[in-house]
C-alpha cells in the first residue's frame, strides 16, 4: 500500500510542476519592438511604432494592458524626444505614434520598458537635418 501512495504523489508532483512550467511560459516576461523606429527628418515624426509584451514563448499577451515608455538609449546627437512617450497596451500591443527627435544625428537607438518586464532595445537609425 505505501508504493501505491509514493507512485501517486510522485504522479501528482509531475502534474503539478508541468502545470506551474506552462503557467510560467504564459506570463509576460518582456517587451519587443514589433516595428522598429526608421530614419527621418529632425522634428518629423518617426513611423508607427509598436511594442509587443510577450511571454515565454514569444507570444504577445492579448490580456496585457500594462504602460510600455519609450525613451531616448543612444543620443548621438543630443536630441530631445517629443510626443506621448508612455501608452497603455492593448491587447498585448502599446502603439506610439508622433513621436519625434529635434537633433540630426546617427546611430539613436531607443528603449521600450514597462514595469516588471525586461526592456528592449531598437535597432540603430539616424535622424537627418
Known sequence: MNRLRIVLLIALAAVACSDDQSSLAHTPIRVVFLTEPSDVAA???L???DIGIVD???????DATSAVTIAILNNPGGAT?????TVNA?????????LTLDKAGTGYTLVASSAGLQPDTSRAFSITP
Do not use: E, M
Not at 56 to 62: A, D, K, L, V, Y
Open 56 to 62: 515565454g514563448t514569444g507570444t504577445i499577451r492579448n
Open 43 to 45: 522634428n518629423s515624426s
Open 47 to 49: 513611423p508607427g511604432i
Open 90 to 98: 492593448v491587447n498585448g500591443i502599446a502603439s506610439f505614434s508622433g
Open 81 to 85: 524626444l517629443s510626443g506621448t512617450s
